[in-house]
């Protein structure tokens, strides 16, 4: 154990604890359970169109546009089969982004608009993400820098490499052998007081066993090296302590744990929806994109090469791959919604039990 390192206490905030999300949460705030993330959505932007004039009226009367259309997009794909399925999924998905893009002022409707993504000609399964355009809004391109990655130049993605990226079909990934070891490491992430409470930090924890199954020596890398070192030590775990302690008050805590948010977006954490709310994992071997991003990429693969590539799409869904597509196309639509709904609310939106 390192010198004169201090067991942390829970931290809490009017009594409720404080706790990690991928969204920007108020400290305290509570997850939403919402068995219909359509009408929580449709709901949240009705209440702010009524206080909202002018400028901030229009962006959110488009993004209550662009939610309905996804909605229609999404319900209309439930009863179509693969590979038509692709392409209605696809444009539901490009409208939930639109609609988070207008409420975080991209100039929607005001100049040429691009998917920011095409089908390279002479390639197989893959798509061109492009960079920044002068004259027409890149979709994708604003997506991505918008959640915290900028592109500056075009770049090729293989399907098959997008898909490895989508962390809800990382295990049947694995399984599969398209990769020898796990790339996603399981974790906690907790808010910690010290004993005199007048400092917060944060530690991550994960399961020792987790050394044999994932390249936990990844851990420390990149940012992460800057941000962490050891922690107070538990049994069977490993623990990575922030080193940097924050002084804090009743105050300004709310401030503070914000602020903690944000600097978690340079940690590579990914999200997974479940039964009993989101769980998060470190990307070991993250891509250029955040996650939710190379959900879009693949599902505009799926839905392109359904229109423009018969004979590449028809091999792709007989070939080795089919399990792969299947479950994307069974689980990530689902999970990119309710994350969307989540980041477009500020709220963490998540399903009821009854409804699983």
């Excluded at 893009?101 to 100039?107: A, F, I, M, P, R």
């Excluded at 997506?143 to 989508?166: D, Y």
Aim: charged share 25%; with cysteine.
């Amino acid at each position: 154990m390192p010198p004169n390192i201090e067991k942390g206490e829970v931290a809490l905030y009017k009594y409720n604890k404080l706790r990690y999300s991928f969204v920007g949460l108020e400290a305290g705030e509570q997850h939403i359970l919402a068995s219909d993330p359509w009408a929580f959505l449709s709901s949240h932007l009705q209440v702010k169109l009524s206080k909202s004039r002018g400028n901030n009226k229009e962006k959110i009367e488009r993004a209550l546009y662009f939610a309905g259309l996804a909605e229609d997009f999404y319900n209309a794909a439930e009863s179509i089969p693969l590979p038509a399925k692709g392409t209605l999924l696809y444009y539901g998905m490009l409208d939930l982004a639109k609609c988070y893009l207008s409420l975080n002022d991209v100039q929607l409707e005001t100049t040429h608009e691009h998917h920011g993504l095409n089908l390279p000609l002479g390639k197989v399964n893959t798509v061109e993400v492009k960079g920044r355009m002068k004259d027409a809004i890149n979709i994708f391109s604003s997506f991505s820098e918008n959640l915290g990655s900028p592109i500056i130049h075009p770049i090729e993605v293989n399907f098959q490499q997008a898909l490895s990226h989508v962390p809800e079909i990382h295990g049947i990934y694995t399984s599969l052998g398209h990769i020898k070891k796990r790339k996603l490491l399981p974790i906690n992430i907790e808010f910690q007081v010290n004993g005199a409470r007048d400092k917060i930090f944060t530690e991550i924890v994960f399961q020792k066993e987790q050394e044999s199954k994932v390249e936990t020596n990844r851990f420390l890398k990149g940012e992460r090296t800057k941000y962490f070192k050891e922690g107070y030590p538990r049994q069977g775990m490993v623990v990575y302590r922030a080193k940097r302690r924050k002084s804090y008050t009743k105050d300004n805590l709310g401030r503070i744990y914000k602020n903690i948010l944000a600097e978690y977006k340079k940690h590579d954490i990914v999200t997974i929806l479940t039964t009993q709310g989101y769980r998060y994992y470190v990307d070991l071997r993250p891509g250029k994109f955040p996650s939710i991003c190379y959900t879009l990429l693949a599902m505009f693969y799926l839905g392109s090469a359904a229109r423009y590539r018969p004979l590449e799409i028809k091999s792709l869904l007989d070939g080795e791959l089919r399990p792969l597509v299947s479950e994307f196309v069974s689980l990530s639509p689902r999970q990119y919604l309710y994350q969307m709904v989540s980041l477009v609310t500020s709220k963490e939106c998540v399903i009821p039990f009854s409804a699983i």
